[in-house]
């Protein structure tokens, strides 16, 4: 029982001690600014904190071509076909009604699915229907041109 009160009056020592060292580090600092020899130190103003963006509605869809969309920040993802992305609702509805995209659990999609198979892969942008479009026509990417250098101007079959 008597350890508490001497563990107590050491710790209010302490206290004191730090106290009286805090009090006279200030009347110093005050002398020092009055003297002219030290700049008053001013508290740091909190940062506001950064607004946050509601979260934004998604679906989820499988889908069947490659897509890119734009997010609410400003920010281009890309999703590969076959693949289940989570896009902004109103581009899953765009996929939808242009065919780009099905839902999960349609018998196409497990058709798809049974084919292809399905991943969360990214797609590339180039390569990718533009949501953003007005329409599936002006969405549409360039078509793709492979050529082979030795075929270039050779016809592939030739008369025997």
């Known amino acids: 029982m008597t350890e508490t009160p001497a563990r107590l009056r050491m710790l209010l020592?302490?206290?004191t001690?730090?106290?009286?060292e805090l009090v006279r580090a200030a009347s110093s600092h005050a002398l020092q600014i009055g003297a002219g020899a030290a700049n008053i130190l001013?508290?740091?103003?909190?940062?506001?904190?950064?607004?946050?963006?509601?979260?934004?509605e998604r679906s989820e869809v499988y889908l069947?071509?490659?897509v890119r969309w734009t997010e609410a920040g400003?920010?281009?993802?890309?999703?590969?076909?076959?693949?289940?992305?989570?896009l902004p609702v109103e581009a899953a509805e765009k996929a939808l009604r242009w065919n780009?995209?099905?839902?999960?659990g349609s018998r196409r999609t497990e058709q798809l699915i049974a084919a292809f198979g399905s991943s969360y892969?990214?797609?590339?942008?180039?390569?990718?229907?533009?949501l953003a479009a007005e329409d599936a026509a002006a969405a549409a990417p360039p078509p793709l041109v492979m050529a082979t250098p030795f075929m270039a101007g050779r016809p592939m079959h030739s008369a025997a």
């Open 74 to 86: 400003g920010e281009v993802k890309c999703a590969a076909a076959h693949t289940f992305a989570h």
């Open 42 to 56: 001013h508290p740091r103003t909190p940062t506001p904190p950064t607004p946050t963006q509601p979260p934004i």
């Open 100 to 104: 780009l995209a099905d839902v999960r």
């Open 13 to 15: 020592n302490g206290v």
């Open 121 to 130: 892969a990214v797609g590339e942008p180039s390569r990718s229907y533009d």
């Open 64 to 66: 069947i071509s490659s």
């Open 17 to 20: 001690a730090t106290s009286a």
